[in-house]
Structure formats: C-alpha cells, structure tokens
C-alpha cells in the first residue's frame, strides 16, 4: 500500500492535547502532531536544535500566544508561524479550547520555493516543500 491513514482522535494525546502521527503513519521524516488545547493549557519550552527540526505551527480554530525565544506572538485562527530548530518555543493557551496542526521536519532537508511553470497556475518543485 502506498499510504497510511490513521484518524487523530483514535491516538491518546500526550500531556493533554498533543496528538502525535507520525508514528502511527509510519512518518520517517515529518513530524505532524494535532493539539487540541484546552483553555489555559501549555506545553513545556523547548527545541530541537539536536534533531535540526523547524517546525511550523498552524493555528486552526481559536487563539492562542506562541512564546518563542521569550518572545509572544499572539496567533488567531489562520495564522500559521515558522520556528528554527534553535529557537525556543511553547504553545499558552487562552481561555478557550484552540486547535494547531504542528509540522516539523529536518530543516536541512527543506526547500521553501517553487516555480510557476505555466501561465494556467501549475507548478514544480524538486525536493520536499516544506
């Protein structure tokens, strides 16, 4: 079979809210997790300076702050922010429940452009878009 389909609400989430998938869709080099945060929820500050991961958090329902490297950045939904492996970060959750699609992956590995190959629209790429 050539993909792997899990549903995240089947996964128990880890400190709360974090519903990791990339084991489960047997992920080898993006990491995609769905938080489901409650009101005044946090996870703990940290990186990923040693596994060179950027990470790029989505925000998809709600309002929520993104501490990165003591900095705050008030996200609502929509707002989708990118953070590189070295820097510090963690979700605070407001008052009400939010919801952020996390996607991380090697930024070594990563290009962030493509190319308009075509007046209709369409594109290339070569290597992982991140």
Not at 16 to 45: F, Q, Y
Not at 93 to 99: F, L, P, Q, V
Request: proline letters at 5%.
């Amino acid at each position: 079979m050539s993909y792997t389909r899990v549903n995240y609400t089947d996964i128990k989430p880890i400190s709360g809210a974090m519903h990791t998938l990339s084991d489960p869709l047997d992920s080898k080099e993006v990491g995609v997790t769905i938080a489901r945060c409650e009101p005044d929820w946090r996870n703990r500050p940290h990186d990923h300076a040693d596994s060179d991961h950027e990470e790029i958090y989505i925000l998809m329902e709600g309002r929520a702050t993104v501490i990165v490297d003591d900095e705050s950045v008030e996200m609502e939904s929509g707002d989708a922010i990118r953070i590189s492996p070295e820097s510090t970060r963690q979700i605070r959750n407001g008052e009400t429940e939010s919801a952020f699609v996390l996607v991380s992956a090697p930024a070594s590995r990563c290009i962030s452009t493509a190319e308009t190959t075509d007046n209709d629209g369409s594109w290339t790429a070569d290597g992982f878009i991140g």
